[in-house]
C-alpha cells in the first residue's frame, strides 16, 4: 500500500501539525524513492528540515551496535547534505529532532528470523523510529537515508508514515572467493550494500577446486598449498564478521564437499579417493576429484576442521555444499567400490547421502545446523536442514513438501547476465505454486549467487549490483510489488546511492575502459561501451577457452549486464512508434545514434591500432554500423510512409539475427528486441493506412516479440 | 640522454640481429611513454612480439621477493594485452623470451642507500633484465610494463636499450592518517603507485592531534581513546610493511612529538604538561597540548613505546615529527619553568632541543636512528639524523652545510593544489644551489606530504596522483629532464595506467558527482566539475569554518587539482592566437565552450534544486556564464579585427578579477591566464596592423604573464 495523500487527509491524520501547515502539497508530489518499497506507507508532501541542527536521541532499549549504527547514519547523512549534523546521541530526547525506540536490543551477532519489523514517523517537526528489536531499528535507519530528498529551500526528510517488515526471512547473497580471490575490500563494500537494501545474509563460498580461501590453524597446508597465498587469515574474518553484524547481516561459511575440494587435496592428498598428486585446479568446471568417503581419516579430519570452522563462525548455519559430485574417482577406487557392496549403497548418490549423513553428525557436535545445495536432499536428514535450490521453484517446492526449509538461488545466478527485471519478476512462491501455507511457510527467502569465473576485484561490483538490490525488494517486499518500471525508476536512484559507500558498480566500467585503450576512454570505444553488455556464462564457455589464469580485461569484462541504454533505447523506439504516423516524436535521437554507429568502423579501428586488445570486438561493431544503416533507412520509411521492398524486411532482419550471435567477443547487444520493433514498423508501414495508429503499434510490437529468440538466463 | 634511432646505427648498434630486419623505423616513431625517464635511453622501432608465449627465467641470484614480483608483473602484463603469458618461471633460461639476471638478492626489507640500477636490452628476440641487486631488478620490471606499445600485428615490447639509475636516495610520500583516517586498503594501492613510479619511501604519519592511529600492546588506551576505533592493527600494519617491502618500499612511521600529541593524552593525560581532561581535537591548527618533557615518566613511557614500536618497524629510521610545539603549555606549568631555569634552558626551542636528545637516547637504544622536521635541529644531534625540510631549499642546504643529510618536502605539499608543473620544476638541490657536492651528497631526496585536513578515503587519491609521479621523476630523473610539456605528455598515459592496480584519482570525480546529485551526473554539473579546481588549504581555511567532522562531499572536495582542462584550454588559445590574424584555428571549438557556460545558470539552478549541497557553487556558475559571454565577444572581436570599446577591456578583466577570487565554493578557475591572455588579444585586436602576428601574439602573451596574480603554492 503505497499513498500519495493531499493535503485534507493529511491534515486528518496529523492534524495540528505546524507541517500541516507548512507544506502545501501538489499533485506533482511524487512517491519516495524506496527500495525495497515497505509492506505498508503513506507519504505526504514536505518533511522534516536537515541541517547542522538534526539529532538524535535513543529512549528505551538501546546498545553499542545501535549507537555505532546510528554514528555512520549521522555521518552517511551529513555527506548527503555536505554539512555535518551532530554527532553521537544526545540526551534530551525531548528536544532531539529524532528518536530512536527499541523495544529490545538483539543479539550481537543476527540469527534467522529474527524481528526485523520497524516503524517510521517523519513529519516536519520530528521523526520517529520505532523497532521491537534493535535489528528492526538498523534496517528503518536504511530507510530514512532514502528518503533525504530537497525542496526550494534545501534538504529534509521526507515527511511519511511507514510499517514495515520483511516477507521473507532469509535474503541473501553469495560469493565466490575461490575460482577467484576477492579481498576483504571487496566482501566489505558488497556488506554495505546487502545491509542498504534490507538484505540480511552474506554466504561466503570460502572453498573449491580453485582456491581455499581461509586460514586454518589446525590445517595450515590447507591455505599454505591450495591459495596461492590468497585467503582470509582467521583475524580478518572475525572483522568481517563483526561488521556485517554491526550492519544487521550474518555470515554464513561454505566448505563444499564433497567434490569441488581439488584445492584441499593438494596440502592434504590422503583425503582423496584418487591416488594424487593434486595442484590447484586452474580450469573451471566440474572436476573428478572428490573427498573419500570411506575412510575414518576423512571424518576425523573433518571433525577437526569444522569444529575449528564452528569457533570462528557463529552462525547457526554451516553450509556444506554437496553439489556436482561426480562420482568418478568414487568408482574407480577399488576400496570405495567395496565399501559400497559392503554397507549395501547402490550409486555414488547413495555413497554421498552416507558422507552428508556423517558430516551432519560432526555438525551438530559443534552445534550447528546445516546447510546445502539441492543433492544433499538425498539424505536422511533432520527438518532444521536448509537447502539451497539451484534446480529452481518446483525442487524447492518439493523440498518444503517433504518439510524441509528451502531458499531459492538458481534464477539469481548473475553469470547468466540477465537483466534485473529477470530477478525482479522471479518468485521464490509464484502466485500459482500449489503448496500449502505451512509448506509454503517452509520457503525462507533465496540468495543471489555470484560465481566467479569471470569476477575480478575490478569488475564484481558491476555484475552484482544494482541487480541484486532488484532481488532485495522481490524477497523484502509483497508479492504484489511488481511493477517493473517504477522498479527501474527508483533503481536508478538506488544504485547511485550504493556507491557512497564503496562499491564500484557503475564507477567501474569508465575505469576499465581506460585500462582497454591506456588513454582517456576514446569517443569509438565509450558508444561500443555503452550499448554492449556480456553474454551469459553457458555462451561464454562454449565460444572461449578460458581459465582462472585468464585475464579478465577485454571488453567482455567490462561492459555491464543489462546497461540503461537497453531501457534508454526502448522508450525512443516506443515513443517514436506512439507517435504514428507523424513519426517525430525522439526521431532526431535516433537518428543521430543510427549515424554514430554507421561511422564508427574508422575511428574504433585507429583505436584497435593502438589497443589490439580490442579486436575481438571488431566483428561486432561492423554489426552496429550496418545496424546503423538499416535503421537511418527505417526512419526514412517511416518518415515518408513508403513501405520499402519485401528484401530489406529480410535482409534486416537477417542483420539482427547476425548480431544476436556470440561471437569471441562475447559482447551482446541487449536492446535488439527494440531495434526489431523498428525494422517491423518500418516494413509494415503500409499497414498504417489499413488500421488506426495504435492497433498498428500494438501488432508490429506483438510481431517483434514472437521473433524476439528466447532468452535462456539459468543452467 | 634519450634518443630515438634510425636504422642505420640501429644495425650497428645490435648487428646480425633479426630485429634489424623485421622492423623498418619510420620518421614517426614516437619515445617511449616512460616516466621517470632513465638515466639513459636508446630506443628503436618495433621490438618483441607479447603473448601466452611470452616467458621469464632468472639467471644468478634470485629470492622469493623477486618471483613474486615476477608473478605480479605477468598478471599486470596479461591483464594489460588481455591474454595471460605464461606464469612463473621456466628453466630453461635459453629458451625464455626474457631473463632476469640480479648479481645478487637485496634484503628482505629495503634500506635506505641502496642500488637500484639496472639495466634493459629488449629486441625482436629477447628481453634481458639485469640488476646488481634484486631491488632494481624490481625497478626495470616497472619500466617493461611501461614499454609495452602496440604495432598493426598486436602488442610488443618497444625494443631499447636502457642504463638507469635514481638520482636522489630517498624519493617519498608522506600520508597523514591522522587528521581523516584512511584505511589499509589506501595506504596500499597509494604503495603500488609509489612501486610504479620508482619511488621508494611511504612516510606513515600515525599520530596527531586529531587522532592516535596505531595499536600499542603497552600502551592499549593510546588507540582505545584516541581514535574513535579508527587504528591499525599491529598486524594490518606488519601486513603493509611486508606488501611495501615486496614493492621496493620503505616504511618510515611518524610519531610526532612533543606537540601534535592531544590524542595520546586522552587516555594518558599524565603525559601532558597540562591538567587535562583531554578529548580527541576535532579542528585543525596549532594547539598547546604538548608532552611534558620534564618529568622522567615521560621518558619511560617513550622508552616503552617507542621500543615497542621499533620491534614492529623494521626500517633504520624513526620519524619523531618534533614541528609546530608552541610551548604554550610548557610556559603555562610552574614546573616546567622551574626545571628550564634550573637547567638555563632559555627558551622553549632550548627546552625542545632537550627533549629531542632525550628521545634520540631512546631511539638509539633500540636500535633506530632519527628523523623529524627542521625544528629538530636545534638539538645536538648527530650526523645521522634525517631532517625534513618544510621550511624550503634554503632551510635544507642551511641543514647540509652543517653536515645533516636531509630531504626536501615543503614545495611538495599536496594541499596547496600546485599544477604538477609546480612540483615538477622545484629541484632539491637548485642548479643555482652555493653548497659544495659534498654537501650536496647530503640531500638525500624529497617527499611530497598529503596532509588530510581535507583528505577523505574518496579523494586522496586524486589530490595525490598523477602529481606524484611528477615528483617521482623530479627525483629519480636527471636534472635536466625537465621538459614540461613532455613531461604532461607522459603524465597522461602513466596515469592511467596508475589506475590499473587499485589507485581511484581519475574515476573518483564522477563516482563524487553522481553522490552529489543522486542520480547520473547530470550536464551543467559535469562541466562545472571539469573546468574547477579546489583552492589551496591557505585561502580554505580562511573562508570555511571546517573540522575533521566536516563532510568531504561538496564540489570543493569533489574536483581536482591541475585539471586536464587547464592545458587543453591553454592548448586553443595558443592556437587561435598563433593563427592570427585569421584566428580560424579551434575558434568553432572554443565558441561552443563559451556557448555553454553562457548558458550553464538556468540548467545548474534546475540541478541544485534537487541538490542543495550545491548552492556553495551558484556563484562561480555565474562567473562562467559572464566569462563565457565576454569570451564570445572576445571571438567576435578577433574575427572582425576590430577593436572593442576601452571600458570592454575593463569591464571583462575585471570579471576575471571576480572569477579569480575564493568565494565560499572555494572552487578556483585554474586557466584564467589562458583566458586572459585571449581578452588581451581581442583588446589588442588593433595592434596587430603595427607589428607582425608572431610579435603581437608575444605581446599579448607577454601581458597575460604580467598580469596574473602570483600563485602561493606554499605555507
Redesign the interface.
Known amino acids: 500500500m503505497v499513498q500519495i495523500l493531499r493535503l485534507p487527509v493529511a491534515i486528518m491524520l496529523i492534524s495540528a501539525c505546524v507541517w500541516a501547515f507548512d507544506s502545501v502539497p501538489t499533485p506533482s508530489t511524487p512517491a519516495p524513492n524506496l527500495l525495497p518499497l515497505p509492506a505498508s506507507m503513506r507519504a505526504y508532501s514536505g518533511g522534516l528540515k536537515l541541517d547542522g541542527s538534526f539529532t538524535v536521541a535513543t529512549t528505551r532499549a538501546s546498545d553499542a551496535r545501535l549507537e555505532r549504527a546510528i554514528q555512520r547514519f549521522q555521518?552517511r547523512l551529513?555527506?548527503?547534505?555536505?554539512?555535518?549534523v551532530q554527532?553521537g546521541l544526545v540526551s534530551d530526547a525531548n528536544a532531539a529532532k529524532m528518536t530512536v525506540q527499541c523495544g529490545a536490543a538483539s543479539p550481537n551477532v543476527p540469527e534467522l528470523g529474527e524481528d526485523e519489523s520497524y516503524s517510521l514517523e517523519v513529519d516536519a517537526r520530528h521523526t520517529t523510529l520505532t523497532a521491537n528489536r534493535v535489528i528492526g531499528a538498523l534496517r528503518g535507519l536504511e530507510t530514512l537515508l532514502q528518503l533525504v530528498?530537497?525542496d526550494?529551500?534545501?534538504?529534509l526528510l521526507r515527511a511519511v508514515s511507514i510499517q514495515d517488515k520483511p516477507r521473507f526471512t532469509w535474503r541473501g547473497l553469495m560469493i565466490d572467493v575461490s575460482r577467484h580471490w576477492q579481498?576483504v575490500?571487496v566482501v566489505k563494500r558488497n556488506i554495505d550494500g546487502l545491509a542498504t537494501v534490507k538484505m540480511n545474509v552474506f554466504h561466503w563460498h570460502l572453498t573449491d577446486d580453485q582456491g581455499f580461501r581461509i586460514e586454518s590453524k589446525r590445517f595450515p597446508k590447507l591455505q599454505e598449498m591450495g591459495s596461492d597465498g590468497l585467503y582470509y587469515?582467521q583475524?580478518q574474518v572475525r572483522e568481517v564478521i563483526e561488521y556485517a553484524a554491526d550492519r544487521g547481516v550474518r555470515i554464513v561459511p561454505e566448505f563444499d564437499m564433497p567434490g569441488h575440494t581439488t584445492s584441499w587435496f593438494v596440502g592434504y592428498p590422503a583425503l582423496a579417493s584418487g591416488p594424487g598428486p593434486y595442484q590447484i585446479e586452474r580450469k573451471f568446471g566440474i572436476f573428478d576429484p572428490a573427498m573419500d568417503p570411506t575412510r575414518e581419516e576423512t571424518y576425523t579430519f573433518l571433525d577437526g576442521f569444522l569444529g575449528e570452522m564452528a569457533q570462528l563462525f557463529p552462525d547457526q548455519y554451516v553450509h556444506i555444499g554437496g553439489d556436482e559430485n561426480n562420482g568418478k574417482q568414487w568408482l574407480a577406487n577399488p576400496q570405495i567400490r567395496e565399501f559400497m557392496t559392503e554397507h549395501q549403497l547402490r550409486d555414488t548418490a547413495a555413497l554421498q547421502a552416507y558422507f552428508t549423513g556423517r558430516v551432519l553428525k560432526i555438525l551438530q557436535k559443534h552445534g550447528k545446523k546445516m546447510a546445502g545445495w539441492d543433492e544433499i536432499l538425498t539424505a536422511d536428514l533432520p527438518k532444521d536442514v536448509v537447502v539451497q535450490s539451484w534446480r529452481g521453484t518446483q525442487s524447492l517446492a518439493d523440498g518444503a513438501k517433504q518439510g524441509y526449509s528451502g531458499i531459492l538461488s538458481q534464477p539469481y545466478y548473475f553469470d547468466h547476465m540477465a537483466p534485473a527485471d529477470f530477478f525482479y519478476t522471479n518468485d521464490p512462491l509464484p502466485a500459482n505454486s500449489d503448496i500449502t501455507p505451512e509448506q509454503a511457510a517452509r520457503v525462507l527467502g533465496g540468495e543471489s549467487c555470484a560465481w566467479s569465473e569471470f569476477l575480478s576485484p575490478e569488475n564484481i561490483d558491476s555484475r552484482i549490483w544494482p541487480r541484486n538490490a532488484a532481488l532485495a525488494e522481490r524477497l523484502w517486499s509483497q508479492r504484489d510489488v511488481n511493477n517493473v518500471a517504477d522498479m527501474y525508476r527508483r533503481l536508478?536512484?538506488v544504485s547511485?546511492?550504493l556507491?557512497?559507500d564503496g562499491l564500484?558498480h557503475?564507477?567501474?566500467k569508465?575505469?576499465m575502459l581506460?585500462?582497454v585503450t591506456?588513454?582517456?576512454v576514446p569517443e569509438a570505444v565509450s558508444i561500443l561501451g555503452e550499448v554492449a553488455s556480456p553474454f551469459g556464462i553457458a555462451d561464454r564457455q562454449k565460444i572461449r577457452q578460458e581459465n582462472a589464469?585468464?585475464?579478465l580485461?577485454?571488453m567482455s569484462d567490462t561492459v555491464i549486464p543489462d546497461p540503461?541504454f537497453r531501457t534508454h533505447f526502448a522508450d525512443l523506439v516506443v515513443q517514436l512508434l506512439s507517435d504514428a504516423p507523424a513519426f517525430s516524436a525522439q526521431q532526431a535521437v535516433l537518428s543521430r545514434q543510427f549515424q554514430q554507429w554507421q561511422t564508427l568502423g574508422q575511428s574504433f579501428a585507429k583505436v584497435e591500432?593502438?589497443?589490439?586488445?580490442l579486436s575481438?570486438s571488431e566483428a561486432k561493431v561492423r554489426d552496429l554500423e550496418q545496424l546503423g544503416s538499416a535503421g537511418l533507412q527505417a526512419l526514412q520509411y517511416l518518415q515518408t510512409k513508403t513501405g520499402p521492398p519485401p528484401e530489406w524486411r529480410s535482409a534486416s532482419l537477417g542483420l539482427i539475427d547476425h548480431a544476436e550471435m556470440p561471437d569471441d567477443s562475447v559482447l551482446r547487444f541487449p536492446w535488439l528486441f527494440s531495434y526489431r520493433a523498428l525494422i517491423l514498423a518500418a516494413a509494415n508501414v503500409d499497414g498504417l493506412k489499413a488500421t488506426t495508429p495504435e492497433r498498428w503499434k500494438e501488432q508490429v510490437m506483438r510481431e517483434a516479440a514472437a521473433q524476439e529468440p528466447k532468452a535462456k538466463y539459468t543452467w
Open positions: 555521518q551529513g555527506a548527503k547534505i555536505g554539512t555535518a554527532f530528498e530537497a526550494g529551500n534545501g534538504y579481498p575490500a587469515t583475524e536508478e536512484r547511485v546511492g556507491e557512497q564500484t557503475i564507477s567501474a569508465n575505469r581506460r585500462q591506456g588513454m582517456p589464469l585468464t585475464p580485461t577485454r540503461p591500432a593502438t589497443a589490439p586488445i575481438d
